[in-house]
């Protein structure tokens, strides 16, 4: 037996998939895979798991690996060819971290679908082929949860050389969900501090050369994270945080080290701020890890522009009063005049006995459209953190900025920004946008929300557990954005007069083509590119029909507009209120866009051209529901399906509406066009009572 492989399972079914699949395609026979599978209910810890499985192992070498950790195929196989090369050393493999599952990093589903991770080599017992001669009669103290590799690792680092390869990478998943599935590096706990120090203590006794020295190094990582509370990439990590209490242990754990070994140690912050703990000075070590924080991500000579206005944020604007007559709202961002927030607005302003004062988050370009008095700030800039420091009510359809802090006297109203059908947040496995901290950013942000409206039944269940949001926070009272829809009136001659207004044609079939974004299709923040799915001449295959793009807010970039349609289209994309568009429109066509959900209340055709179906709803994304079953619409594959679809006459579609309609208020959410109303008297009751 050449290889056996300990792998301690503590949970996650889904990533000891990806870790034995990794072994299966791993190139190499000649192996054993010990799965020590730690009880749920009454977990033993992951040193009790190696353990046991080092006393089960055969082989000449023994690989230990995490079950939510994997290898790429093939690279069991030269791992081994690693090891053979140098049979009495330990081999080092290559350390990445990823945030994604094993068939994403080998599809290269994202741009960077992994990153170099630097673990102190005392602290990381896996990716090393250690011939099982030299830890025969080894074990990891089980007494303590956390770091039980420093003793371990200290006593090989005596005994061993060590090996560096950098052919073959073992990979190390960082959980993007901290919340509900921790790593163990990502657990909170109050007894970190004090195991990593009587561990190090521990390791400090064995450590003569080459250990010390390592652990040093491990050391000045460690308190340097702790003090800075960078505990992990994209903001996965924990948030444990040295206190005055933590000293005597840590000065004792330290003691242990010979300070020479401290003074050896090349970077020069890690060294004084252990030095300073060494000498049991708190104050001391967090000051230096504060300049050396401020160095890191200050950027040019006096720091960005964005810095300086946080720093007003936080030391001017959030020491001044909250003003409670002051409403401030924001929808996409400050791109768009739309959405709730609107609607919100604008029935605040025709009903206000509270004699509110109101502030909107708009770019210059967009204030024009806004009726009534208000004031305007632009994102970013001085008077937008004021705004958002002193406002008393907050109305939001997005996430707003993670430095924001919700004070005493503030409260929060997010509307969010339609009916879900992709799958959110927490339901989600795979997170391919932009920032991998997605989930646990979301969690912090959500937390300052004192209600989060919801239109429907449907929405009210799946935000409970999406964002995992207590029911109680949920005010399910309608979209305010809808209230226009379901307001009756006069449909043709709406559309006339929206038409006239838009400057569009009156006597052709108007298509309203409203996407989603693609997640894998990143850009920059908030910005994604979206090719428009149409070949060249594809409008001549529809019968007298005018074509209106409107691209997700997230998307930039219309080629191919031109070649598709020729003049018979109009980018209406940056164009505020989509309600607008939906009302002067005779069909939709959109894709896994919660736009439907709003356009379905008109009773007009809807067809969804789910072009990248299997890719979107299969890997990316994922759905709630099956779209064939549940949409008011068919679904369509490719261009000519889509061209028959938008050409078929209005009667055809009439069994997908009823079909949909039989939901009632489900998806619908209430029948009357009053959710503004409902809204602003919420607001007013709960601020007044809850303030
Ligand atoms: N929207 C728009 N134009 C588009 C797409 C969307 O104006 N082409 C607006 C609509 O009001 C829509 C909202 O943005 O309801 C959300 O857009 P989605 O395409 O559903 O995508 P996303 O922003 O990811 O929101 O609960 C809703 C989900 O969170 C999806």
């Given amino acids: 037996m050449k290889l056996s492989i300990i792998i301690p399972y503590y949970r996650g079914e889904q990533f000891l998939r990806d870790c034995l699949a990794g072994i299966r395609e791993g190139g190499y026979e000649d192996i054993e895979v010990i799965v020590c599978d730690d009880d749920p209910m009454d977990p033993r810890g ?88 030299l830890i025969s009669e080894k074990r990891f103290p089980e007494r303590f949860r956390y770091y039980s590799e420093l003793p371990f690792m200290t006593e090989l680092l005596e005994c061993a050389s060590f090996v560096f390869t950098n052919g073959v990478t073992y ?72 206190t005055r209490g933590d000293v005597p242990v840590i000065k004792k754990a330290l003691s242990g080290l010979d300070i020479n070994v401290i003074k050896e140690i090349a970077d020069r912050e890690k060294r004084k701020i252990l030095r300073a703990l060494y000498d049991g000075r708190l104050g001391k070590a967090r000051g230096r890890a504060k300049r050396y924080l ?32 002051l409403v401030f709202f924001e929808s996409f961002n400050g791109d768009l005049y739309g959405d709730s927030p609107r609607y919100i607005y604008e029935y605040y302003i025709e009903n206000n006995p509270a004699k509110r004062r109101f502030v909107w988050s708009i770019k210059k370009e967009g204030r024009a459209a806004i009726p009534g008095s208000c004031g305007f700030v632009k994102p970013g800039t001085l008077r937008y953190m004021l705004a958002l420091a002193r406002a008393g009510i907050l109305v939001s359809n997005m996430r707003q900025p993670s430095w924001y802090v919700k004070r ?38 959500s937390r300052k929300w004192d209600y989060l409206l919801s239109g429907n039944p449907y929405s009210t269940d799946i935000f409970e557990h999406a964002f995992m949001m207590p029911k109680e926070k949920i005010a399910q009272l309608g979209y305010p954005r809808n209230d226009r829809l379901k307001a009756a009136g006069d449909p043709q001659k709406t559309k006339e007069e929206l038409r006239k207004k838009l400057g569009l044609p009156v006597d052709k079939k108007i298509v309203l083509y409203a996407p989603t974004w693609r997640d894998n299709k990143f850009k920059g923040s908030g910005d994604y590119e979206m090719k428009l799915p149409f070949e060249r001449g594809f409008g001549e295959k529809l019968k007298d029909c005018f074509f209106i793009l409107r ?47 709003d356009y379905a209340i008109l009773g007009r055709p809807i067809v969804f051209y789910a072009y990248d179906g299997d890719e979107y709803a299969g890997e990316l994304r994922g759905l709630y529901f099956d779209m064939e079953k549940y949409c008011p619409g068919p679904v369509v594959r490719t261009q000519d399906e889509l061209a028959e ?37 919420f607001i007013e009751e709960q601020y007044s009572t809850e303030m």
């Fill in 294 to 325: 401020f160095k890191k991500k200050k950027k040019g000579l006096f720091g960005s522009k964005d810095q300086w206005r946080l720093a007003f944020y936080r030391k001017i604007a959030l020491r001044m009063s909250v003003k409670k007559e």
């Fill in 408 to 445: 005493k006297g503030q409260f929060f109203f997010e509307t969010w920004h339609g009916t879900p059908l992709k799958r959110l947040v927490f339901d989600m496995d795979e997170v391919y946008t932009a920032s991998p901290g997605y989930k646990k950013i979301f969690y912090d942000q």
């Fill in 171 to 242: 990979y190390k998943r960082i959980h993007n969900d901290p919340v509900n599935n921790p790593s163990l590096s990502q657990e909170e706990s109050p007894v970190r501090i004090e195991q990593f120090c009587g561990l190090f203590l521990e390791a400090a006794g064995i450590g003569r050369s080459e250990g010390a020295r390592q652990l040093a190094l491990c050391a000045g990582d460690f308190f340097m994270k702790a003090l800075t509370n960078d505990n992990s990439p994209a903001g996965l990590g924990r948030s444990e945080h040295l």
């Fill in 551 to 597: 691209l997700h807010y997230f998307v930039s970039g219309t080629d191919g507009l031109k070649d598709a349609f020729g003049g018979n289209a109009v980018d209406m994309s940056a164009y505020d209120d989509i309600n607008d568009l939906y009302l002067a429109s005779d069909m939709l066509v959109t894709d896994y866009s919660s736009v439907f959900f």
């Fill in 46 to 133: 992951v040193a009790f798991s190696r353990n046991r499985g080092l006393e089960r192992a055969h082989g000449d070498f023994v690989l230990f690996l995490d079950s939510d950790d994997f290898f790429l195929p093939g690279d069991i196989s030269r791992a081994m060819e690693e090891a053979e090369k140098n049979p009495d050393a330990v081999t080092v493999l290559d350390l990445k971290g990823t945030f994604y599952c094993r068939d994403a990093v080998i599809e290269k589903r994202v741009p960077k679908t992994f990153f170099e991770l630097d673990l102190p080599i005392v602290q990381r017992a896996v990716g090393l082929m250690i011939p099982i001669k």
């Fill in 645 to 681: 679809a938008i050409n078929k006459d209005t009667d055809s579609y009439k069994p997908y509406l009823e079909r949909y309609n039989a939901m009632g208020d489900f998806f619908g959410g209430p029948g009357d066009a009053q959710a503004s109303e409902r809204v602003v008297r």
